[in-house]
């Protein structure tokens, strides 16, 4: 029997690029927003702490589901099993223009 499947995802989060991995990832029926739930974290079996993976841990520790608008999205890859979460700095300029999306003002009722 072949073991469920652990999805790398990697989206953008304020200014930072998070790469995490979790074993349930679908299409939200909240519109615009990916689902992402059972995140896996690697085993203490090494003496060095990556800083980077234990803010992940510690940010996603009490979270049951997390709502990622799919316009942060960069990337999810279906992987053989997990590696280290990783937070970088996103830095430079690049070639992406991030898609663009209206800003929705709310107007008084009776208008």
């Not at 029997?1 to 995490?20: C, D, H, R, T, W």
């Not at 979270?63 to 992987?79: A, C, G, M, N, Q």
Request: with cysteine; aromatic share 12%; net charge negative.
């Amino acid at each position: 029997m072949a073991s469920a499947p652990i999805y790398k995802i990697m989206f953008l989060n304020q200014g930072e690029m998070y790469e995490v991995y979790a074993r349930q990832v679908y299409q939200s029926d909240l519109w615009g927003f990916l689902e992402v739930e059972e995140f896996v974290f690697g085993e203490r079996t090494q003496m060095i702490v990556d800083p980077a993976e234990e803010k992940l841990k510690n940010e996603f520790s009490s979270v049951k589901r997390s709502f990622i608008p799919l316009h942060s999205v960069v990337r999810i890859d279906e992987v053989e099993k997990e590696g280290a979460c990783k937070v970088r700095e996103v830095k430079g300029s690049s070639n992406v223009t991030p898609f663009p999306y209206p800003n929705v003002v709310p107007r008084p009722k009776g208008e």
